[in-house]
């Protein structure tokens, strides 16, 4: 085969501020409970409060009797689903309890105020049964389950990695901790839905980042057509992985929607509820071994993880698979065992899979690189290998030494004494340190696009419609998707205007694994060819054609994924264990940046949240009520501002003709895989103390 | 129990009758439809309802509206004036300040009132001398004021230019 065409770049590559912007920063871009409906119906729930057991009885006659209570919907009376498969989506039909803050009733008022008194005036009876909430490798069976997350092999195993590691000159051998953590996404999941009897249609305005995935669901959960559920999203605000399947929010909203037809359901979750029906991630637990010469080469790299999944529905997230393909060793294995749990359903959240599994292995090759005292950029550069370590399979490009070099230069590492606790300044321990970074470059089939050619006859000037139902969750999607358009076309692309986030155009793939600016952009690319090979340069007003994503023959042949080198200052305080990060910048080698204002932002925004992972996130889990304890944003700290310094991302140009026409790599999660363990290795720097969990505490630095 | 009240809603005077349970907030986004300011929590923990009331930024989800009858609010949307937009509005667009956008009302509302503030001598928890007649918005200063408002993407970095570039003290970096 010989090398594909890639797109020549006008406007990609050019920084393009958000075409949404101004809606945006006004607050007039709607959100998904914000479209304004006639006569709204105010959806709350009644929660579970037991973790496990079965509803015994509902007693509804204290809501019905408040005034303003229009409905309530509990296990006894709602309607039957026609897909009762995934337990997840199995809403309202049946008494048992999976986990506590599970549905088992729902109340519709006029006002959110009497839907919420209602809701807290049911009286629902339990009888709980025995039940584990909290993850623990020796209390219950574990298990392999039949695959990870989504599709990846549970073990991998290559050549003898017990035997090289008896063999090793150094060895390093350690547990790594990872804490439960929530998505979050500032926007609470919220949806309006409204049931049309006549005909039997949902209209569905929902805070999601796949449209079509939320049709072709609902549609399978009540057993109707996709054409029959109309799904709109314009936009929203954030997901994370969490608005990216199905809940049971959307399905309940469906239930109650079809209680009061044609009148429209609002329900947006409270941030409470975000803690139990919208998905998290996983604790994990991580051991990992490093086996190497004295200069510091890998000859054996096992990581075995255990973590968590509910009895509910199964999750099984990818946590070793950072470890298949970031560093050269010839004995290597990975293995994922879970621990089934009587808790809410565990799902995506950013980088699943890479996120906690690069904390432990950067941390890991950090605590290498002290033991062979090799430096540890350095390390990572003698571990770089030819191929993919486990494939063998070439990579399309792999610029992981370049960005160390780049970043190390910028950063100032030359400069660094490696001594740990060497630098006392006003109280405070200061350190540096290194992280790689590593992704899969997706590209998903099954999008559509349309163009269409306007070229009204008054003035004569030309301009382009491209309809895909993509979602913008603040990736800058739809401002990306006309650059590549504009270039696909060969046109100004102030004369594009595209349309995301509507099941009324061709559908489109979940905004996740960061595969959307690929799969959609090559559903564009594909239209746009069709366009100008049918209708050439001289198009008629109206004339309009679709295409589709291609599949990528050329992922058979090269492994493919986005590099990247994390570098962090941090500072702790001497007495108190305070954590401060005063600098931190990030160098990507992702493919082609399509758009260099919205790329830095994704990249700065992962490295955020992976400081927020690294200083704060972490979900209380009360075993003895199967609750999240601390379920609200005053006790769930997320990074806020002032915990930011001096934070910078840049990329070194990538030319990738292989995975795609636009030559981009996927960029929305890489920033967070490594930036836990860069500030972790850097307070290693700083203290002499190794912290093995995230987030860390101010324990762990105080005597 | 309702109660009808009046609110003078970015220039424009609304009366409406709510339940004594309502917030500003759910009378501002249930009752008038101004959806601008948002609701990530509504517990007074996250910002994103950040308003203008009576010129001071305030969150609404911690008001009751029968308790604010009378109040003037500025919303993210009133804080532009014929058609241009706020300074801040405006720096937010060219820093990029953003990404999801739900966050960004509360931020813009919560940085015109940080310039003001400074403007006005008051100090916040790093301000070095408590006495100055202004406060220099240096990216401490910006930070440590802007943490009242949460954003989940993570623009911070971003969001400390914005303001920076407006209070100039960003070294005419944009
Ligand atoms: S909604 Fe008011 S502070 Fe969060
Ligand atoms: S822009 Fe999304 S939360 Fe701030």
Not at chain 1, 46 to 75: F, Q
Not at chain 1, 467 to 485: F, K, M, S, W, Y
Not at chain 1, 487 to 513: H, Q
Not at chain 2, 105 to 134: F, I, K, Y
């Given at each position: 085969?010989?090398?594909?065409?890639?797109?020549?770049?006008?406007?990609?590559?050019?920084?393009?501020r958000?075409?949404?912007?101004?809606?945006?920063?006004t607050?007039?871009?709607?959100?998904?409970?914000?479209?304004?409906?006639?006569?709204?119906?105010?959806?709350?729930?009644?929660?579970?409060t037991?973790?496990?057991g079965?509803?015994?009885?509902?007693?509804?006659?204290?809501?019905?009797?408040v005034?303003?209570?229009?409905?309530?919907?509990t296990?006894?009376?709602?309607?039957?689903?026609?897909?009762?498969?995934?337990?997840?989506?199995?809403?309202l039909?049946?008494?048992?309890?999976?986990?506590?803050?599970?549905?088992?009733?729902?109340?519709?008022?006029?006002?959110?105020?009497?839907?919420?008194?209602?809701?807290?005036?049911?009286?629902?009876t339990?009888?709980?049964?025995d039940?584990?909430?909290?993850l623990?490798?020796?209390?219950?069976?574990?298990?392999?389950?039949?695959?990870?997350?989504?599709?990846?092999?549970?073990?991998?195993?290559?050549?003898?990695?017990?035997?090289?590691?008896?063999?090793?000159?150094?060895?390093?051998?350690?547990?790594?901790?990872?804490?439960?953590?929530?998505?979050n996404?500032?926007?609470?999941?919220?949806?309006?839905?409204?049931?049309?009897?006549?005909?039997?249609?949902?209209?569905?305005?929902?805070?999601?980042?796949?449209?079509?995935?939320?049709?072709?669901?609902?549609?399978?959960?009540?057993?109707?057509?996709?054409?029959?559920?109309?799904?709109?999203?314009?936009?929203?605000?954030g997901?994370?992985?969490?608005?990216?399947?199905?809940?049971?929010?959307?399905?309940?909203?469906?239930?109650?929607?079809?209680?009061?037809?044609?009148?429209?359901?609002?329900?947006?979750?409270?941030?409470?509820?975000?803690?139990?029906?919208?998905?998290?991630r996983?604790?994990t637990?991580?051991?990992?071994?490093?086996?190497?010469?004295?200069?510091?080469?890998?000859?054996?790299?096992?990581?075995?993880?255990?973590?968590?999944?509910?009895?509910?529905?199964?999750?099984?997230?990818?946590?070793?698979?950072?470890?298949?393909?970031?560093?050269?060793?010839?004995?290597?294995?990975?293995?994922?065992?879970?621990?089934?749990?009587?808790v809410?359903?565990?799902?995506?959240?950013?980088?699943?899979?890479?996120?906690?599994?690069?904390?432990?292995?950067?941390?890991?090759?950090?605590?290498?690189?002290?033991?062979c005292?090799?430096?540890?950029?350095?390390?990572?550069?003698?571990?770089?290998?030819?191929?993919?370590?486990?494939?063998?399979?070439p990579?399309?490009?792999?610029?992981?030494?370049?960005?160390?070099?780049?970043?190390a230069?910028?950063f100032?590492?030359?400069?660094?004494?490696?001594?740990?606790r060497?630098?006392?300044?006003?109280?405070?321990?200061?350190?540096?340190?290194?992280?790689?970074?590593?992704?899969?470059?997706?590209?998903?089939?099954?999008?559509?696009?349309?163009?269409?050619?306007?070229r009204?006859?008054?003035?004569?000037a030309?301009?382009?419609?491209?309809?895909?139902?993509?979602?913008?969750?603040?990736?800058?999607?739809?401002?990306?998707?006309?650059?590549?358009?504009?270039?696909?076309?060969?046109?100004?692309?102030?004369?594009?205007?595209?349309?995301?986030?509507?099941?009324?155009?061709?559908?489109?793939?979940?905004a996740?694994?960061?595969?959307?600016?690929?799969?959609?952009?090559?559903a564009?690319?594909?239209?746009?060819q069709?366009?100008?090979?049918?209708?050439?340069?001289?198009?008629?007003d109206?004339?309009?054609?679709?295409?589709?994503?291609?599949?990528?023959d050329?992922?058979?042949?090269?492994?493919?994924?986005?590099?990247?080198?994390?570098?962090?200052?941090?500072?702790?305080?001497?007495?108190?264990?305070?954590?401060?990060?005063?600098?931190?910048?990030?160098?990507?080698a992702?493919?082609?940046?399509?758009?260099?204002?919205?790329?830095?932002?994704?990249?700065?925004?992962?490295?955020t949240?992976?400081l927020?992972?690294?200083?704060?996130?972490?979900?209380?889990?009360?075993?003895r009520?199967?609750?999240?304890?601390?379920?609200?944003?005053?006790?769930?700290?997320?990074?806020?501002?002032a915990?930011v310094?001096d934070?910078?991302?840049?990329?070194?140009?990538?030319?990738?003709?292989?995975?795609?026409?636009?030559?981009?790599?996927?960029?929305?999660?890489?920033?967070?895989?490594?930036?836990?363990?860069?500030?972790?290795?850097?307070a290693?720097?700083a203290?002499?103390?190794?912290?093995?969990?995230?987030?860390?505490?101010?324990?762990?630095?105080?005597? | 129990m309702?109660?009808?009240?009046?609110?003078?809603?970015d220039?424009?005077?609304?009366?409406l009758?709510v339940?004594?349970?309502?917030?500003?907030?759910?009378?501002?986004?249930?009752?008038?439809?101004?959806?601008?300011?948002?609701?990530?929590?509504?517990?007074g923990?996250c910002?994103?309802?950040?308003?203008?009331?009576?010129?001071?930024?305030?969150?609404p989800?911690?008001?009751?509206?029968?308790?604010?009858?009378?109040?003037?609010?500025?919303?993210?949307?009133?804080?532009?004036?014929d058609?241009?937009?706020?300074?801040?509005?405006?720096?937010?667009?060219?820093?990029?300040?953003?990404?999801?956008?739900?966050?960004?009302?509360?931020?813009?509302?919560?940085a015109?009132?940080?310039?003001?503030?400074?403007?006005?001598?008051?100090?916040?928890?790093?301000?070095?001398?408590?006495?100055a007649?202004?406060v220099?918005?240096?990216?401490?200063?910006?930070?440590?004021?802007?943490?009242?408002?949460?954003?989940?993407?993570?623009?911070?970095?971003?969001?400390?230019?914005?303001?920076?570039s407006?209070a100039?003290?960003?070294?005419?970096?944009?």
């Amino acid at each position: 085969m010989s090398t594909p065409e890639m797109l020549t770049p006008r406007a990609m590559g050019t920084p393009r501020r958000r075409v949404e912007g101004p809606a945006k920063v006004t607050g007039t871009a709607r959100y998904a409970a914000e479209h304004p409906l006639d006569r709204p119906v105010h959806l709350h729930p009644v929660l579970a409060t037991i973790p496990r057991g079965r509803v015994t009885a509902i007693d509804t006659s204290a809501a019905e009797a408040v005034d303003g209570v229009v409905a309530v919907l509990t296990t006894r009376d709602a309607d039957a689903l026609a897909d009762t498969s995934d337990r997840e989506f199995t809403v309202l039909q049946d008494d048992e309890i999976g986990f506590r803050g599970q549905y088992v009733g729902a109340v519709l008022a006029d006002t959110p105020e009497a839907a919420r008194e209602g809701a807290d005036r049911v009286e629902v009876t339990y009888e709980q049964d025995d039940f584990r909430a909290v993850l623990d490798p020796d209390a219950g069976e574990l298990y392999a389950p039949d695959a990870v997350n989504p599709a990846f092999a549970t073990d991998s195993v290559i050549g003898d990695a017990d035997a090289a590691l008896g063999e090793a000159e150094v060895v390093v051998d350690a547990t790594y901790t990872t804490a439960t953590t929530h998505n979050n996404p500032l926007e609470p999941h919220s949806s309006i839905v409204v049931w049309e009897p006549d005909g039997g249609r949902f209209t569905i305005f929902d805070s999601t980042q796949g449209v079509s995935t939320t049709r072709s669901n609902v549609a399978t959960v009540f057993g109707m057509d996709e054409a029959d559920v109309d799904v709109i999203s314009p936009h929203v605000g954030g997901g994370f992985g969490s608005k990216g399947n199905l809940h049971a929010n959307v399905v309940l909203a469906c239930l109650a929607a079809r209680r009061v037809p044609g009148r429209p359901v609002k329900y947006p979750l409270t941030r409470q509820q975000m803690f139990s029906l919208v998905g998290y991630r996983t604790p994990t637990i991580q051991h990992v071994r490093l086996g190497a010469t004295r200069e510091g080469r890998l000859s054996a790299l096992v990581h075995d993880v255990v973590e968590q999944t509910s009895r509910t529905k199964e999750f099984a997230e990818q946590t070793a698979t950072y470890s298949r393909s970031v560093y050269a060793a010839p004995h290597r294995r990975t293995t994922h065992r879970l621990d089934m749990l009587d808790v809410p359903v565990p799902s995506w959240m950013r980088a699943p899979g890479e996120c906690p599994g690069s904390f432990a292995a950067e941390v890991a090759m950090d605590e290498l690189a002290v033991a062979c005292d090799v430096d540890p950029v350095e390390l990572r550069i003698r571990n770089e290998p030819d191929a993919d370590p486990e494939t063998g399979k070439p990579f399309s490009s792999r610029h992981l030494v370049e960005c160390l070099r780049r970043g190390a230069d910028r950063f100032g590492w030359s400069r660094r004494d490696p001594t740990p606790r060497a630098r006392l300044v006003d109280g405070w321990w200061s350190g540096t340190g290194v992280a790689a970074s590593a992704y899969p470059t997706n590209r998903s089939p099954g999008s559509g696009a349309t163009i269409r050619y306007h070229r009204p006859a008054a003035d004569g000037a030309e301009h382009w419609d491209v309809e895909i139902a993509a979602a913008d969750i603040g990736t800058g999607a739809r401002t990306v998707l006309g650059q590549i358009a504009a270039d696909a076309l060969g046109v100004d692309v102030d004369t594009v205007e595209v349309t995301v986030g509507d099941t009324a155009v061709p559908p489109a793939t979940v905004a996740g694994g960061s595969s959307g600016t690929a799969s959609w952009g090559s559903a564009v690319v594909d239209a746009a060819q069709r366009f100008r090979a049918k209708y050439g340069t001289d198009p008629s007003d109206g004339d309009e054609i679709e295409g589709a994503t291609p599949e990528n023959d050329w992922s058979e042949h090269y492994a493919m994924s986005a590099f990247g080198a994390q570098f962090a200052e941090v500072l702790v305080h001497a007495d108190t264990g305070e954590v401060r990060v005063p600098r931190m910048l990030g160098v990507f080698a992702a493919g082609r940046i399509l758009n260099p204002v919205t790329a830095r932002s994704q990249f700065i925004g992962g490295m955020t949240m992976g400081l927020s992972m690294a200083l704060h996130e972490d979900s209380v889990m009360d075993p003895r009520s199967g609750h999240v304890v601390n379920h609200d944003l005053a006790n769930y700290h997320i990074a806020s501002c002032a915990d930011v310094g001096d934070m910078d991302a840049e990329w070194i140009d990538e030319e990738d003709p292989y995975v795609n026409p636009m030559g981009s790599k996927g960029i929305g999660e890489i920033g967070i895989v490594g930036a836990a363990a860069v500030v972790a290795n850097a307070a290693y720097h700083a203290t002499g103390v190794r912290v093995r969990s995230a987030p860390m505490l101010v324990d762990h630095f105080l005597d | 129990m309702d109660a009808t009240i009046t609110l003078t809603v970015d220039g424009r005077e609304r009366t409406l009758t709510v339940d004594t349970r309502t917030t500003v907030l759910d009378a501002l986004r249930e009752h008038l439809d101004v959806t601008s300011p948002k609701k990530g929590c509504d517990h007074g923990q996250c910002g994103s309802c950040t308003v203008l009331l009576d010129g001071r930024r305030a969150l609404p989800c911690l008001a009751l509206a029968v308790a604010h009858d009378g109040a003037d609010v500025t919303t993210a949307d009133g804080l532009a004036t014929d058609g241009e937009l706020h300074p801040v509005a405006r720096a937010f667009l060219d820093a990029d300040a953003y990404q999801c956008g739900y966050c960004t009302p509360g931020q813009v509302c919560s940085a015109a009132a940080v310039l003001a503030e400074a403007g006005e001598g008051w100090p916040s928890a790093v301000t070095p001398d408590l006495d100055a007649e202004r406060v220099t918005l240096d990216r401490s200063e910006i930070a440590e004021r802007m943490s009242g408002n949460l954003c989940r993407c993570g623009a911070y970095a971003n969001i400390v230019d914005a303001v920076a570039s407006v209070a100039g003290t960003d070294g005419g970096a944009r």
